[in-house]
């Protein structure tokens, strides 16, 4: 049981980066992506690296988890430096054939790109392996506090986020008691194309529906019989708590952002 | 609070659909042409926003992104922000147009449309934020976008489409026969309409001021 609670891609660990705030952990992670524009020559990228490597070592995470992070990108990946490779001119030609140069610029520019890339993957792969998803749905529920001011329902959103994340695995256990259901019945799913695998999902999909419905209902009865009454002045079973390398690690941003306009080209 | 029972459901159901689209993402990711893949989640949305108004539907187009996120995506908000302007676009006009007219008819001119704004805008989009992103140059983007992204949005939107249009009605009635709903049972959310139109404004908006940005080579 404990285990599917555990879904998404989170590690359970003991590390630097597993006891950070997660609030701070998700504006980071955002402000990361936002100064990675900042990068553009290798001195800058360098130093991205440095810090993005550190970031890993400190999760004590096995590096092959962020490999497999990359690994449905790749396509992507290639497919973006080769446009970059092929079609950025100037520079030292090595070798040309009709419309595709291979240049000095190209390179480096697909270099570069490839370093973009694999860095933003690593920070937010770094996200979601260290912070469980119901921790991040309570930072999104502190981060969003302020738009209570213009009446934004943040109590209400942040239950529904947290009553989400408490339903997938519910329903991943429905799903699968459904489809051996519906496979005793003779049912094929995951066998022929893509209409013959989406023809077997309605037989699966409908019971669903019904089940989680229900679900729902029972809760909305539950909730509505031990008297909830809105979010205003609940206690809390999750507290977030600021701490010192919490400031440290923003500090440590700061720091880098610095670095990175004074390096910049 | 107004109508404190229909408001605590409208929360739990908004929690269902968003677990149910959810795992439909992470059990029906089939990839298509090179990196782009197909997800199904569109189709739950469309069918939350056919039951429960246009607003769950947005609320939703924002939660299941959000989720995808935080667990399995791995391109972080850049993901995030294409996947909730992707499920806006093609959600909101076919839930819009039922929650109006009430027929079939109005869901299928609904889905076309979907389909149509869902393209418009990926061609949009893509045009000013993928350039920023992956730093190809504008032109090349160009080049890109009639033979990958045009029929990769046309083919997905399609597919979601058909699929919307099978399974909706026999959702829809196990669902009244289950007796959990009841026509017209959950309107907690006042001034609905003004805000879709609001949501709708925003974000044609949105894309027009980064389409001049990018003209004038801002961003």
New interface residues.
């Given amino acids: 049981m404990m285990n599917k609670l555990l879904f998404g891609r989170f590690i359970p660990g003991e590390s630097f980066v597993h006891h950070l705030d997660p609030r701070n952990k998700l504006l980071m992670s955002f402000y990361y992506i936002g100064i990675i524009f900042l990068a553009n020559n290798w001195s800058t990228y360098l130093c991205l690296f440095l810090f993005t490597l550190l970031a890993v070592y400190l999760s004590s995470i096995k590096m092959g988890f962020f490999i497999r992070g990359v690994r449905p990108l790749i396509w992507l990946i290639l497919f973006t430096v080769l446009l970059q490779v092929f079609f950025t001119r100037g520079g030292k030609v090595f070798w040309s054939w009709g419309p595709i140069v291979l240049s000095q610029y190209g390179l480096v520019n697909g270099v570069y790109i490839f370093m973009r890339f694999v860095l933003i993957i690593f920070m937010s792969t770094l996200l979601t392996l260290t912070t469980p998803p119901l921790s991040l749905a309570d930072a999104i529920e502190a981060i969003l506090k302020p738009l209570r001011v213009v009446r934004f329902p943040v109590y209400e959103v942040a239950l529904m986020l947290s009553i989400a994340l408490r339903f997938v695995p519910t329903l991943m256990d429905e799903t699968e008691k459904i489809m051996n259901a519906q496979r005793a019945r003779g049912v094929d799913f995951g066998e022929g194309n893509l209409f013959q695998q989406m023809r077997a999902v309605v037989p699966l999909l409908i019971p669903l529906f019904v089940s989680s419905f229900n679900r729902a209902e029972d809760l909305a009865i539950a909730m509505e019989a031990r008297g909830y009454q809105g979010g205003e002045g609940r206690s809390k079973y999750r507290i977030l708590t600021w701490h010192y390398r919490d400031t440290f690690v923003v500090l440590a941003f700061i720091a880098l952002t610095g670095i990175l306009i004074w390096l910049r080209a | 609070?107004r109508e404190?029972?229909n408001y605590?459901?409208y929360?739990?159901?908004?929690?269902?659909?968003?677990?149910?689209a959810?795992?439909s993402v992470v059990?029906?990711k089939?990839p298509m042409i090179?990196?782009l893949r197909?997800e199904?989640k569109d189709i739950i949305l469309t069918i939350g926003g056919i039951i429960f108004g246009p607003i769950f539907a947005l609320?939703l187009c924002v939660?299941v992104p959000?989720?995808e996120?935080?667990?399995?995506?791995?391109?972080?908000?850049?993901g995030f922000v294409m996947n909730v302007i992707a499920a806006v676009c093609f959600v909101l006009p076919p839930v819009v147009a039922y929650k109006k007219w009430k027929r079939l008819r109005s869901l299928v001119i609904g889905l076309v449309l979907g389909i149509v704004a869902l393209t418009i805008a990926m061609l949009l989009w893509n045009y000013v934020l993928t350039p920023?992103f992956?730093?190809?140059?504008r032109s090349?983007v160009l080049k890109?976008l009639v033979p990958i992204i045009l029929p990769f949005n046309l083919i997905k939107g399609g597919?979601n489409a058909v699929?919307t249009l099978?399974?909706y009605k026999?959702?829809v009635n196990?669902?009244l026969k289950?007796n959990?709903?009841n026509k017209n049972d959950l309107n907690v959310i006042p001034n609905e309409q003004r805000w879709t139109s609001y949501t709708v404004i925003l974000l044609i908006i949105l894309t027009i001021v980064l389409l001049v940005l990018s003209y004038f080579k801002v961003v």
């Fill in positions: 609070m404190n029972r605590i459901r929360i739990t159901f908004l929690a269902a659909f968003g677990a149910l959810y795992l059990f029906l089939i090179a990196f197909y199904p609320i939660v959000f989720f996120m935080i667990t399995v995506s791995s391109t972080g908000v850049i920023l992956f730093g190809y140059p090349t890109m597919l699929f099978i399974l026999p959702i196990a669902l289950s959990t709903l």
